[in-house]
């Protein structure tokens, strides 16, 4: 995954000044308890044909802290950039693909950059979590801090400012506060730091979109410009409504079905901005809110065959709710389901806080609003079935080669999972259940905004950091 030279291979212990620099901020009374983290065990949850197996790593906070190389000499560094691209980063069978063209560029950067040094970060922040070990993550916040450093650095120069690397490190470092985001601080700095990319982007302006890394790095960002404006209840800058309205060169039908949907999304932004100021008389808010859930209605209703997904019967399991469970293509195409579904949980959320002061045309108040429950309703079972094809992998018409990406996944079900448990009229068994699997994929994957976030559902409480 990008050795740069031989003499990045040769064995460095420095173990020993991590966990003494760690020790340092713990209490003296801490004891002699040990973290261990063995790495061939990390290996295992990866494709062994891409990760170093048999490679063991033991921090601990006794004197004789070392590290256990059996095969062959990798620094901890390499092994949690490994981790990374084994567990954020993926490509399916059918192209689609997630932060798939980040390797190239890693591989293209020079030793100690601020893009090599985030990915490196994101990756060790990720086994700290997963394996508990806080010496680890201490050396993960270090990295990432000097990566802060240089980014500023390079956001003074009007060319690296504009650069695709600088771009990636922005939207990598909103990903290390996913990782490690288990307080409100860590979600204050995932949000500052979606908006500088925003900016970023906003400058590159349409050069962007002329080269197909440049296009990919928008479509991510855009992904991320839309969930945080959904969250904070606030518009998508006008720049990013306007390059998301310019058609791509050479559109895939996929891209154009994308980019539809995307359109869609910023205007329930707009709607939702709109009604979260107080100031807002909003006579128009529930017209606005059917229109958006009718054009959504219609977008799922226009895709092609490929989008399409298959109902199975299933006993419940600890990660299944319902008796049933969807089978979708990829992971790709049931988070755009999903992405569609929060949207319409959220207009039809406005329309329930005004349709008694709205006069309707067609349809009673208290009938709007019986079918707006129903609605809402529909739509978080079907949220709820895709979480076990998210976590089993169980595709239509592909083999059992599908490898879980653990933060792939976790951070594609982050949103969707929230969403069902913060509607006020979701029943406590579900918001529970929804509450559950957020701490289970934190678990599972290192990930630790999904554990924030399902403290913040216990406490009935939503975030619009």
Not at 106 to 113: A, E, F, L, N, V
Not at 280 to 300: H, K, P, S, T, Y
Not at 460 to 465: A, K, M, Q, Y
Request: hydrophobic share 40%; glycine share 4%; proline share 3%.
């Amino acid at each position: 995954m990008g050795y740069r030279d031989e003499q990045s291979l040769l064995f460095r212990d420095e173990t020993k000044k991590v966990v003494r620099k760690a020790n340092a901020v713990t209490t003296q009374n801490r004891g002699p308890s040990s973290a261990v983290v063995r790495l061939d065990e990390v290996a295992n949850l990866s494709d062994s044909s891409t990760t170093a197996a048999g490679v063991a790593l033991d921090l601990t906070t006794q004197a004789h802290n070392q590290i256990a190389i059996r095969n062959q000499p990798i620094l901890l560094d390499e092994q949690s950039a490994c981790f990374f691209f084994q567990n954020f980063t993926h490509s399916s069978l059918e192209g689609k693909a997630r932060l798939d063209f980040l390797a190239p560029i890693y591989r293209q950067s020079s030793p100690g950059s601020a893009l090599a040094e985030i990915i490196v970060s994101v990756g060790m922040a990720a086994i700290a979590n997963k394996f508990k070990c806080p010496e680890m993550m201490f050396a993960a916040r270090q990295k990432q801090t000097s990566v802060l450093r240089a980014t500023n650095v390079a956001l003074q120069d009007s060319v690296g400012a504009r650069s695709d690397t600088t771009l990636l490190t922005v939207l990598l470092l909103s990903t290390f506060e996913i990782v490690t985001g288990s307080t409100t601080g860590s979600l204050d700095a995932w949000t500052h730091h979606v908006i500088g990319a925003t900016a970023i982007a906003q400058i590159r302006g349409r050069k962007q979109l002329q080269t197909e890394t440049g296009r990919r790095i928008f479509d991510y960002l855009r992904f991320q410009i839309l969930i945080g404006c959904l969250q904070r209840e606030i518009a998508v800058p006008q720049g990013m409504t306007d390059l998301s309205s310019i058609p791509m060169e050479s559109e895939t039908e996929e891209e154009i079905n994308k980019r539809r949907v995307f359109l869609i999304l910023i205007r329930l932004c707009s709607l939702r901005s709109d009604f979260a100021d107080e100031t807002n008389d909003g006579l128009d808010f529930v017209d606005r809110a059917l229109a958006i859930d009718a054009d959504l209605e219609n977008w799922a209703d226009h895709l092609p065959f490929e989008y399409a997904y298959i109902t199975r019967k299933s006993d419940k399991t600890d990660d299944g709710f319902l008796n049933y469970y969807h089978v979708y293509r990829d992971i790709y195409t049931c988070s755009f389901w999903n992405m569609y579904r929060c949207g319409r949980i959220m207009a039809h959320e406005v329309m329930l806080e005004r349709v008694d002061n709205h006069s309707m045309t067609t349809v009673s108040p208290s009938v709007q609003r019986r079918r707006s429950e129903d609605m809402m309703a529909q739509l978080s079972d079907d949220i709820a079935a895709s979480v076990p094809f998210f976590l089993r992998g169980d595709h239509v018409g592909e083999s059992s080669s599908y490898t879980l990406k653990a933060g792939v996944v976790g951070q594609m079900l982050i949103w969707p999972l929230y969403i069902i448990a913060r509607i006020p009229r979701t029943s406590s068994l579900t918001r529970n259940w929804a509450v559950l699997q957020m701490e289970r994929i934190s678990q599972l994957t290192g990930v630790a905004h999904n554990e924030a976030l399902a403290s913040y559902m216990k406490k009935r409480r939503n975030v619009t950091v």
